[in-house]
């Protein structure tokens, strides 16, 4: 859990600069892993052989 209090301090531009982009490389790694997940499930429909053109269309 993320603790609601922080530690207020000035930022600099270097610091925040440095957190922007470690959240931008956060994201980008969570929408690889996401894309990872739904081919996994359109590949699980279609080893059972169900449509699955609709969930590739919707993600």
């Known amino acids: 859990m993320i ?9 600099s531009p270097k610091v925040y600069q440095k957190g922007f982009q470690e ?8 929408e690889l892993v996401k894309k990872r997940l739904n ?9 059972r052989g169900e449509a699955f053109l609709d969930l590739i269309e919707a993600a």
């Open 23 to 30: 959240a931008l490389e956060e994201y980008e790694h969570f």
């Open 3 to 11: 603790p609601t209090t922080t530690k207020k301090e000035i930022l």
């Open 39 to 47: 081919q996994i499930k359109a590949y699980q429909h279609l080893k």
